[in-house]
């Protein structure tokens, strides 16, 4: 008997090691959702965002849409769009984005600047004001859009502590690095919800906190933005509408 007691325990350790030492599991792909966001700027809402993934079997069309509200509009009445085109990679599910647009103050003054995944070349194409650049395209570089998607995976997938990221913006590629801590209560589109907060610390000390809800599908509920001598800056999500709700 006392062989056979040890013998159990031995095989609950494997077991247990083995859940640790296993992989994370990530989706393939993110289903279809649109969401709208507010944008508070100190105790201002200045804006909402509106973001819609458009998701299928292979590839992805993410965008985002800014309509400026109050005081804000009568100022500046800007709008930014961005959008990504990509593709879901087959063995993970990560989001490889083929072409990333920004769009500042859509009409007749427009700036737009775009970013060009060649793949095959490991090359980054970068259009900025009617200027092209180019820099070198390492593995797995997300654009300021498909990383949003990435992060979701991977607080869906269990992810803990630290994750890092490369994304490419209009000046090239930068490093990032995230940390996954503990679950909280956060204001959401239907009350308080439990989110998993993570958080990035920039060099310029800026720091940025997330909130991904799992009760949500892993959404972004809340978004802060922290600065020394700087208003903070809070997203919230205000409504959601998933492609699986609308199918159930």
Known sequence: MPRARHLVGLVFLVGSML??????????????????YSLQVGPLHVA???????SRDTGYHYRLVSHPMGLAALVSGKVRNEEVWGQWLEEDGFPQPQRYQRIDDPGARAVVQTLYFDWPNKKLR????????????????????????????????????AIKHAVANFKGIKRRRYQVQQQEEVPGPQGMVQAIRVVRTDQDNKQLTLWFAPKLDHMLVRLQQKKKGKPTVTITLQQLNKASQEGG
């Open 19 to 36: 859940a640790v030492l296993a992989p994370p599991v990530y989706a393939r792909g993110l289903d279809s959702f649109t969401a709208k």
């Open 126 to 161: 970068i259009v900025s004001k009617d200027e092209t650049t180019t820099a070198s395209l390492p593995a797995h570089v997300l654009d300021p859009m498909s990383e949003q998607l990435r992060l979701m995976q991977q607080v869906a997938a269990g992810e803990k502590g």
């Open 48 to 54: 909402q965002l509106e973001y819609a993934l458009e």
